[in-house]
Structures are given as structure tokens and as C-alpha cells.
């Protein structure tokens, strides 16, 4: 079996040495912009700083420091620059550089208590700068999640976890809530896609991304409604503004699945034209069946096709700039959850392997879903003493068909076939950077049209809709000694006009309105060089989607049929929303992070309560009957729910090569109202990471060996459970359990505690001017057999077993 | 006067915007046909030698919604006799002319995707004996059709009323098993397409 699976691994190198060699020519026949400028941000005592802000000009690109101090720039033409790095509480420092290949700094910032500096950034980070409880994933910790979704990529966020539906699927959950209540920009645009179905993936190509930041605050009020559990950025870098032509080629591989994922870019400057710069990117993606330890987890592949475009003119004073991107993807769903009724339910969760678990395949058949989104991007901005102005202008589609298994001639015709046209513009004024005190003012507006594409032959899940929303805000920064506060509000209006079709197939028309304030107020404190402690208080507020108010039917793998808000209790009718109890759902939320840093000890706490008045959820209401069978029906209904939690994160620098890193995520969450517990609510997390760095060794650069061990504790809070089969039993005898007891429950207890080995190793190497990392990753190592609580597959299948991974990356 | 300023001049201004931007564009959805919604199952019990014919329904009144389905009184045999079993299910939402009408053409179509099963309580037949196959495809029921494979469907079928009065409960499955169905495949496999239950009872 290992002489097996070592001839496979010695085939993949093999392959792998071959596309070396052909990039490496390729890569040596252009002179382009390929050089790296890395280092490290440390204070006197010789701590890292996190967070510290590196520019290089005049390329105007800049990044922020990771946990342990440490930053990359890339693709940087050969040449003399110009860096300032900035840090709130220590002096701003600029120093020349010369770059040819690769350079390299440690960077020693002096501590400023008089005169505190806003943390300043170009565009691409502008996004944090009123936030004060955020993580960035950037750098070495974003390049190993290549391969990976953007979702699942962010587990690696503390505070971060996924809802997820098998094993292509994820939805990031920051501090408890996701889905409408997580707000997600992509190039400064909100994300506008179906994000109302919990097996509704973010449609995101995450090699798009520079850095992602998860704000977990509400303190990003610029943005819209919505960010009541937080924001996710997606940031990429700046394009080149210097002449020259360079790239980054990623190649990987991965045994569970069998995947391959290419994903190259391609970036240059115009020659003549100074200020000009433009960027090529795209990914593709193949995945068959993935497999647990046991068995495979037949029709879970994906096919993933993505591209995006950029062009634009950035100088000191002015830029604009063009993107365009496409993401597509077409994705199997577990074929054995492919459910109807109740009893088939019963069936599916008490049987392993799932029903049709045949050997391993690329086909994806039915269920399955193709989804497309394309963004066209055109913003703008000028600064002068006046101020700094943006403009932005974002057109997105997104196209969502999803494929039962269905009879006749109906096999292959899609039973949700939607596309949602969103058109969002923004402007918006700062007070120019020098200032200390500063403001930025901005309004915002979006038009949506969501249609139904005719020809499903089924009565559509949601209804088209017409959605235009507007909103102002402002957002006020000043500094008092050793302080650092901001406040800000902003008033949002939505209007809906909702056209569509009830359970007799009969046509509705409704119009509403919503319209409500957001405040959020934060203080960020300096303590001393090495501490500090950021609050932020919040008040937000968002409209209820579409989903919510006129859901009706059942989701896929669900076997369970949802009613919208809206919907008369006995007869199902479409109501005036004046006639329901409904009151917009509003969270107050609470974060603070404490950060302190010793000589060879980091920590950073933080802390958060988050009170969601009249919370939306579906809830467990009773069962129904038609010619298929029996059907539990869920509606959704507000409650009040109170989520608490405490994020903790500490680098131990054992000795300057060994770096131990503990990680605990801890979240609990009730609903207050009913004094009961809520369902889905991702379990505690503890991480501990150990890893040994060898910088500089002979010609073998950045080595690093790390083992991970993830432990995901049982979820003791999770609701009571109510089988089908007892809901189908009492049903026999009459008695319908859920209009009975309708407190809510879930149909399966919930799974034991897990815990994950994870190991890696890699290094880079630069050949002329192209540097080469190489990393090799088993996880899973020890094949552990699991489920995990927010996959809701886990009624039916165990998590995915041992995956080995290798992952080269050129960048030239 | 907020109320009046948002519901109407303010709605008309957002209308006009929308309508603006959207152009020409119609956003009026089309109704679609529902043909896989079954809204009404006969069972039609025909005398070997003649005689009355029984008719059992069950109607499905609002598709999705919270009600329960109809159920028309119970299925009455007489003692002795044998009755073929014609099923026949209907989407009273298309059209009559429209080959979705008729969804038990359609199973029949695609017969080896398709399989009825039956189950009955109280021993209301003397053939076939027992309690059905939905518990044990192995068991005992009567078929008069077969798809192009030689495995049984299930629309036909054929059944002799025990000889003395009995009553019980008589349950009728609809699976539909595409690349599942098998010459032992049971009602535990595929997906519902049908599940219906009666009161039966044989009468002197």
C-alpha cells in the first residue's frame, strides 16, 4: 500500500518537475516584475507588530503585517523604492531601498505615545481603517489555503466558521450568524448572489484575493446593511503602475477528490505610460468523488472555471480603474440525499454508505448546481487637499439553476432557475490622510431584479422580486491622547415589490418598505508599546430578504417543506405584511480585543456578545400530508437570540526557529425569547500549532515544518432531538409532535468531538528571477472517521478522510 | 405625514428609478405548469366476474400546503372475490389534453425506473397472503405488468378478498429507483413519489 502510494507521489513529482522546467524557461525569457520584498515589523524589544501598514512607493502597493510581524510584497519590478511603514502608537519610518530579486528587512519601529498616527493605508486595506476587531489572512497563511474555497479558507480566521453542505459547499459563520447577516465585499463591491439557501456558496475565485479581512465588528458601516455578525473582505493587490510584465502560476494537487487546480496571473505595467497597469488572472478547478475514510461520497465533484480582467491608471492623486471577472462552477450533491418524504428521510440518516455510494467518478449527475456570477467593476478616486473622493460603479449577474432527480421529460430540467441583476454605486468623501481627525461621508445605492427564469414546472421557491435600497452614512475618527475613537451612523431604506406564485399556483403582487438606522461607536487604546485594547459597540439593522417573507416548497437533501413569513398559518396564503407580527431584525453587539505582547509571547483575546432582536429563523411548526407522504414543515419566525463568545489567539516563540501557536475559538448562543437553545451554531474550536522555520539554508529558502492538531468539541448545546422516525410514529397514531411541541430540534443528535492531524512542510527556492514555493500537506493524516456539526450532510455521511496535497507556486 | 411621504410620493420616486434603470425590461413572471404535483390517486377495484366496480380517492388540496389530503371513505370488497387493481394518478393542475394530465402514462413510460409497492394490515386478502412488500420486497403481491426488463411496475395488479369479512389499513407506495431498480430492490430505495393510505374492508 505505501510503495503504492509512493509511486503515485513519485509520478506526481515527476509531472510536477516537468511543468518546473517548462515555467522556469518561460519565466526566464521575460524580464519581468518578480521581485519580492519581504521582512519582518518588530518593536524595540524585538516583538513583532501586528498589523503595521508597509508601503513601497512609488508603486503605491502596501500590505499590513501578519501575526508574527512578517510581510511579502510581490511582483515588485527591479529598482529603487521608497518604504514607509506606519504603526498606530509608533513612529512612522521611511527608508530607500534597492530591490533586485529578492530583499529583505526587519524593520524596528520607535514608539510614538505623543501623537498617534491613523493607520493608513492605499485603497486596498483603506477597508480596516475604522475597524478594530478584524484578522487578515494574507501572505503565507492565504497561500496555504490554496486549492481550498473561499469558505473554507476562512476557517482559518479565528472567530471563522463554515455552515457547510458536504464537501464542496461553505459558508463562513463569523461569531455564531451567517448567510444575510454577513456581509461580503469583493474588489470594495458588496456580493450580491443567493445567499438566502444554507447550500448557497459564496460564488468567489478566492486566488482573486491579496488579503481577505474579517471584520468581526459592525464597526464597517460604510458598506450597507446587513453586517450583523460582520464583513469579509476580499481585497486583491494593486495593479503595477511601473513597466514590466510579471506573475504568480499556482499548481495543485490533491488525493481526496482527485482535484487538480491551475490558477495563473498575469500583471504588467505599459512602457511610456507611467501609471498604467493591468492584470490578467484565472482558475480552474476539477474535483471527482470525495471520499471519507470509509467509503466515497458519490456525486460530490466540482468543475470550477473562473476569470477576471482589470486595467487602470493610479497616481499619487488619482486613479480609475476597470474590473471584470466571471466565476463559475458546477457542483454535485451527495446523490444520497436525494430524499422526498419523511420515510426517506428515516431511510437516508440510518444508512451507511448512503443510498447509490458507488467507486470513484468525475460524472456529476443530479442533484447538482451550476452557478455563474460576473462583476463588472469601474471606480475611481481622487485625492487633494480637499479630500480624497471615491466613485464606484458594480454591476453583477449571478445565474442559479440547481438540478433534481425528476422524471420524464422533466430529467434535466432545472427546479430553481434564477438570476439576480444587482447595480450598486457609491461615492463617497474622506478628509485627506494627513489629518489626525478625520471623516468620511458617502451615500450608496443599489437596484436589484431577481427573475425567475420560465420553463422550471415548478411553483418557483422564492418569488421575483425588484429590490431598491439607499442609504447615507458618516463616519467620524479623532484622537485624544492615547485614545483612538470613531463613531458613525448611516439610514438605510429598501423597497420591495415581490411578484410570484403561491401553493395553488395562483399570482401575487406586494410592495413593502423598511427603513432604519445603524450606529456604531469603538475606542481603541494604547496602553502602553505593548498592549492595547480596542471596544467597539454596534447597532445594526437589516431588512428582511425576500426568502424570509415568500419561501415556499422544499430545499434540496431537506425533506422538509419552508414557509416564508408572510404566509398564513392554516391557509398558506400570501398576507399583507402589516397583518403579520413582523418587526425588523436588529443586532447589538459588543467586541473587544485585548492585545499584548512579551519578549518571546504574543496574545490577542477578544471578547463578544451579540443580541439579535427578533431574530429570523425556521422553526419546527408541525407536519403536513400530501400524495407523497408525510413532510415536517418549518416556518419562519422571529425570536429574540443572544450569541456570546471569546476568541484566543498566542504565538509562542519557543526559540527563534520553534513557534508554538494556541488557538481557541469558544461561542454560545440562545434563544432568549423561548428560553431554548438554537440550531447550527458552530461548536468550540481549539487549534495548536507547532512549527519549525529555517529562513535561510544554503539555497533552500523559507523552510517550514508544521504539525496542526484541530480539536472541535461535541456541541452540548445543541437542541433537543426529534427523530423522523418518532415524528413518523406519533404521526400513525395521530399526533403531530411538532404542532404539539414546537420548540425547535434537530433530527439527529449531535456528533461526538473531533479531533484532526494536520502536518506540512515546504520551502521556495529562487532560480534567476523566479522564485518557487513548494509545500506538501497531508490532513487528516490519521484518517479519523468524523462529522461535523455544521456540515448538514452530517445526517447522512461521515467528513472527508485522509487528503495529501502538493501545491507549487511560481511567482516571476 | 412620514407614513404618508414614504408610502406613496417616495415609493413612486423609487418606482420611477427602478424603472429607469431597468428599462423595458417586464418582470412579470409566467406561470409555470406543475406537472409533477399529484393531486389525485384512484384506485379502481374491478371484479374478476363482473359486478360493482370500487373506487377509492385521495385528493391533495393545496399541493405544499399544511393540509392534510382527502381521503374519500374506505375501500369495500366482498368476501371471495377476486379484483384487478388499475391505479391511476392525475395532476388535476395541467391541462386534461397535456401528456402531464396523466402521470400513470408516464410511470408506465418509464417503468424501469418505477415501482408501486403495497402493504395491508388485518389479513383483508387470501392472495397474495401476508402483510405486502413494503416491509420485505421478497413477500407476496400480485403482478399484472412488467417493465422492459422483466421486473415488475405495479399499476395492474391483482387481488382475491379474504373469505371472511376483515378489516384493516391498505397502503400503496410509488418509488421512483432511476439506475437503482433491481430485481430486488424494496420500497426503501429511491425516492417517494407516492404515499397513500385507506381503510379497507371485506364484507359478506
Known amino acids: 500500500m505505501l510503495t503504492h502510494l509512493n509511486l503515485i507521489l513519485v509520478k506526481k513529482i515527476l509531472t510536477l518537475a516537468v511543468v518546473l522546467t517548462l515555467l522556469h524557461t518561460s519565466g526566464y525569457a521575460q524580464r519581468g516584475c518578480i521581485s519580492v520584498f519581504s521582512g519582518q515589523v518588530l518593536d524595540e524589544q524585538d516583538n513583532p507588530l501586528i498589523g503595521a501598514a508597509i508601503i513601497l512607493n512609488p508603486t503605491n502597493k502596501g500590505m499590513v503585517s501578519d501575526i508574527e510581524g512578517n510581510f511579502e510584497l510581490k511582483e515588485i519590478c527591479a529598482g529603487s523604492y521608497q518604504v514607509t511603514v506606519q504603526f498606530l502608537g509608533y513612529q512612522e519610518q521611511v527608508f530607500e531601498i534597492s530591490i533586485n530579486g529578492s530583499a529583505e528587512k526587519i524593520i524596528r519601529l520607535q514608539p510614538d505615545v505623543q501623537t498617534l498616527h491613523e493607520i493608513l493605508v492605499e485603497e486596498k486595506v483603506a477597508h480596516v481603517e475604522t475597524a478594530q476587531n478584524y484578522a487578515v489572512l494574507s501572505g503565507e497563511k492565504l497561500a496555504e489555503t490554496a486549492g481550498k474555497t473561499l469558505g473554507e479558507s476562512l476557517k482559518e480566521v479565528s472567530g471563522v466558521n463554515t455552515i457547510q453542505a458536504g464537501p464542496g459547499i461553505f459558508k463562513p459563520v463569523i461569531h455564531g450568524v451567517h448567510s444575510q447577516r454577513v456581509l461580503i465585499l469583493n474588489h470594495g463591491i458588496r456580493q450580491e448572489g443567493q445567499q438566502w439557501g444554507s447550500e448557497h456558496a459564496p460564488e468567489i475565485d478566492p486566488f482573486i484575493a491579496s488579503n481577505i479581512v474579517v471584520v468581526k465588528d459592525a464597526s464597517s458601516i460604510k458598506y450597507g446593511t446587513d453586517a450583523l455578525g460582520g464583513v469579509v473582505i476580499v481585497n486583491p493587490a494593486e495593479l503595477p503602475i511601473t513597466e514590466g510584465i510579471g506573475g504568480t502560476m499556482n499548481l495543485i494537487g490533491q488525493s481526496n477528490g482527485r482535484s487538480g487546480t491551475v490558477s495563473g496571473l498575469l500583471e504588467g505595467g505599459l512602457k511610456n505610460h507611467k501609471g498604467w497597469g493591468w492584470r490578467m488572472q484565472g482558475t480552474g478547478k476539477r474535483s471527482g468523488d470525495f471520499h471519507t475514510p470509509d467509503y466515497s461520497l458519490t456525486n460530490t465533484g466540482i468543475k470550477e472555471l473562473n476569470f477576471s480582467g482589470a486595467v487602470g491608471y493610479h497616481d499619487e492623486q488619482k486613479g480609475f480603474e476597470v474590473f471584470v471577472s466571471h466565476f463559475r462552477t458546477d457542483l454535485g450533491i451527495l446523490r444520497g440525499v436525494a430524499i422526498s418524504n419523511l420515510d426517506d428521510l428515516i431511510a437516508a440518516m440510518e444508512r451507511e454508505p448512503p443510498q447509490s455510494t458507488e467507486d470513484f467518478s468525475y460524472d456529476i449527475g443530479e442533484p447538482r448546481q451550476k452557478v455563474s456570477h460576473n462583476l463588472v467593476k469601474v471606480s475611481a478616486h481622487k485625492q487633494n487637499d480637499n479630500g480624497d473622493w471615491r466613485v464606484q460603479y458594480g454591476f453583477q449577474n449571478n445565474n442559479r439553476q440547481e438540478f433534481d432527480i425528476r422524471r420524464g421529460v422533466l430529467a434535466g430540467v432545472p427546479s430553481i432557475d434564477l438570476q439576480l441583476n444587482t447595480h450598486t454605486v457609491e461615492l463617497e468623501w474622506e478628509t485627506p490622510h494627513e489629518a489626525i481627525n478625520g471623516l468620511c461621508i458617502g451615500v450608496n445605492g443599489m437596484y436589484q431584479n431577481n427573475d425567475n427564469i420560465f420553463g422550471t414546472q415548478r411553483i418557483p421557491f422564492i418569488p421575483n422580486y425588484r429590490n431598491f435600497s439607499g442609504g447615507v452614512f458618516g463616519v467620524a475618527k479623532f484622537v485624544r491622547n492615547d485614545w483612538v475613537f470613531d463613531v458613525g451612523g448611516r439610514y438605510d431604506y429598501r423597497f420591495y415589490n415581490a411578484k410570484g406564485f403561491d401553493f395553488k399556483n395562483a399570482s401575487y403582487n406586494e410592495s413593502l418598505t423598511f427603513g432604519n438606522v445603524s450606529v456604531t461607536t469603538g475606542a481603541t487604546k494604547q496602553i502602553d508599546p505593548n498592549q492595547s485594547l480596542a471596544i467597539n459597540l454596534s447597532s445594526s439593522w437589516r431588512p428582511p430578504h425576500v426568502a424570509e417573507l415568500y419561501s415556499l416548497g422544499t430545499h434540496q437533501s431537506a425533506a422538509a417543506i419552508e414557509y416564508g413569513l408572510l404566509l398564513n398559518d392554516s391557509t398558506n396564503e400570501v398576507m399583507d405584511i402589516n397583518d403579520v407580527p413582523f418587526s425588523i431584525e436588529r443586532a447589538l453587539k459588543g467586541v473587544t480585543t485585548y492585545k499584548r505582547q512579551w519578549r518571546n509571547f504574543q496574545l490577542e483575546l477578544s471578547g463578544f456578545a451579540n443580541y439579535i432582536f427578533n431574530y429570523i429563523y425556521l422553526k419546527p411548526t408541525g407536519i403536513t400530508q400530501n400524495l407523497r407522504g408525510t413532510y415536517p414543515y418549518f416556518r419562519y419566525t422571529q425570536t429574540d437570540a443572544f450569541f456570546i463568545g471569546a476568541d484566543l489567539m498566542m504565538v509562542w516563540n519557543l526559540t527563534s526557529q520553534i513557534k508554538v501557536t494556541p488557538q481557541v475559538s469558544l461561542i454560545r448562543a440562545s434563544d432568549v425569547t423561548n428560553n431554548e437553545k438554537l440550531v447550527f451554531i458552530p461548536s468550540n474550536k481549539f487549534d495548536l500549532s507547532i512549527r519549525f522555520e529555517e529562513p535561510d539554508q544554503y539555497k533552500i529558502k523559507r523552510f517550514f515544518i508544521e504539525s496542526k492538531v484541530k480539536y472541535v468539541a461535541r456541541q452540548g448545546r445543541a437542541p433537543r432531538v426529534v427523530t423522523p422516525r418518532q415524528i413518523k410514529e406519533a404521526a400513525e397514531q395521530n399526533i403531530d409532535l411538532l404542532a404539539n411541541d414546537n420548540t425547535i430540534f434537530d433530527f439527529m443528535e449531535a456528533p461526538d468531538g473531533y479531533a484532526l492531524l494536520n502536518l506540512s512542510t515546504g520551502f521556495s527556492i529562487n532560480r534567476e528571477k523566479v522564485r518557487y514555493d513548494i509545500r506538501v500537506a497531508a490532513e487528516n493524516v490519521l484518517n479519523t472517521s468524523y462529522r461535523e456539526y455544521t456540515n448538514r450532510f452530517r445526517y447522512y455521511a461521515d467528513d472527508l478522510g485522509r487528503n495529501f496535497l502538493i501545491s507549487l507556486k511560481c511567482n516571476f | ?204
Request: include cysteine; proline fraction near 4%.
Open chain 2, 1 to 204: 405625514m412620514t407614513q404618508y411621504f414614504k408610502s406613496s410620493k417616495f415609493q413612486f420616486l423609487v418606482l420611477m428609478l427602478g424603472l429607469l434603470i431597468a428599462g423595458c425590461e417586464s418582470d412579470d413572471p409566467q406561470k409555470e405548469d406543475t406537472p409533477e404535483l399529484i393531486t389525485k390517486a384512484t384506485l379502481t377495484f374491478t371484479p374478476a366476474g363482473g359486478g360493482t366496480v370500487v373506487v377509492a380517492t385521495a385528493t391533495d388540496p393545496d399541493g405544499e400546503g399544511v393540509k392534510d389530503i382527502e381521503v374519500d371513505g374506505a375501500i369495500n370488497l366482498t368476501a371471495g372475490v377476486s379484483y384487478t387493481l388499475t391505479l391511476s394518478l392525475i395532476n388535476e393542475l395541467a391541462e386534461v389534453s397535456s401528456p402531464e394530465y396523466d402521470i400513470t402514462e408516464e410511470v408506465e413510460e418509464e417503468g424501469d425506473e418505477h415501482m408501486f409497492f403495497y402493504a395491508w394490515t388485518g389479513d383483508v386478502f387470501s392472495d397474495p397472503s401476508g402483510n405486502g412488500n413494503i416491509d420485505d420486497r421478497t413477500d407476496a403481491v400480485n403482478y399484472e405488468d412488467e417493465d422492459l426488463t422483466g421486473e415488475p411496475i405495479g399499476i395492474v395488479t391483482r387481488w382475491t378478498a379474504a373469505s371472511t369479512s376483515a378489516s384493516g389499513i391498505f397502503r400503496v407506495v410509488l418509488k421512483h429507483q432511476p439506475e437503482l431498480k433491481t430485481s430486488t430492490s424494496g420500497a426503501d430505495t429511491g425516492e417517494t413519489d407516492l404515499d397513500i393510505e385507506f381503510e379497507i374492508n371485506v364484507v359478506n
